[in-house]
């Protein structure tokens, strides 16, 4: 089993709906959660970070944690053609020292 | 400006040859880490260092080198014995607290010829 394995993309969106990018994970003691777009040829940039069980919202992002089931995920509400991206889901694991990145999954919003 | 470098941001290697890539940080971060990417893959650590003079294998060290003689400073050295060299290379940094976020630098994209 993978430590963090994302859902199987490519995901394409129509322009102004939602994206939803799930995340799971291995390592029950898994402290931190964080989501990184990474657009082609360019180094990954983070969108959001997560803690505790439950929503965060950022404007048009929010992430949410359920710990009991090891899930995290993402979600783009009115997608814009932007947000076309790969999207990494990395969680910081009970030894604290290291992120542990997914694989990532390939958004595309079509106009 | 605060923040990571890489240089150079392309480099052409031919087989048998040993590059260093640079990685620089002016964030006063304690940790640094090297991550390598291939085409359609996710990240794999392959060093990182949570203080000066001191450094850990991440899960793909076979054929790297790293040294951590300064705080800002943590270069990465592709040798001959790494098989398959060419990819993407990341650096990124963190304060060393366990929940901080880690920051990348724009990547050095090695080609072998």
């Known amino acids: 089993q993978k430590e963090v394995e994302q859902n199987s993309g490519p995901l394409s969106v129509p322009e102004g709906a939602i994206a939803s990018l799930n995340c799971t994970y291995s390592?029950?003691?898994?402290?931190?959660f964080f989501w990184y777009r990474q657009y082609s040829g360019k180094s990954p940039e983070l969108i959001m970070f997560i803690y505790s069980n439950g929503d965060k919202e950022d404007g048009r992002f929010t992430a949410q944690l359920n710990k009991a089931s090891q899930y995290v995920s993402l979600l783009i509400r009115d997608s814009q053609p932007s947000d076309s991206a790969t999207y990494l889901c990395?969680?910081?694991?009970?030894?604290?020292?290291?992120?542990?990145f997914g694989e990532g999954t390939q958004l595309t919003v079509n106009p | 400006d605060g923040g990571i470098t890489q240089s150079p941001k392309y480099l052409f290697r031919k087989e048998g040859q040993n590059v260093t890539l640079s990685c620089e940080q002016n964030l006063n971060h304690d940790a640094m880490y090297w991550y390598r990417q291939d085409p359609g893959q996710g990240l794999r650590l392959i060093y990182y260092s949570q203080i000066v003079n001191d450094f850990q294998k991440g899960d793909i060290a076979e054929g790297y080198s790293v040294s951590r003689e300064k705080k800002e400073s943590f270069p990465l050295t592709v040798t001959s014995a790494q098989k398959n060299p060419t990819a993407f290379y990341l650096c990124?940094?963190?304060?060393?607290?366990?929940?901080?976020?880690?920051?990348f630098g724009p990547g050095t994209r090695l080609t072998v010829l």
């Open positions: 390592d029950r003691g898994s402290q931190s």
């Open positions: 990395a969680v910081i694991g009970a030894s604290g020292s290291r992120l542990t």
């Open positions: 990124a940094s963190k304060q060393e607290f366990n929940t901080d976020t880690q920051y």
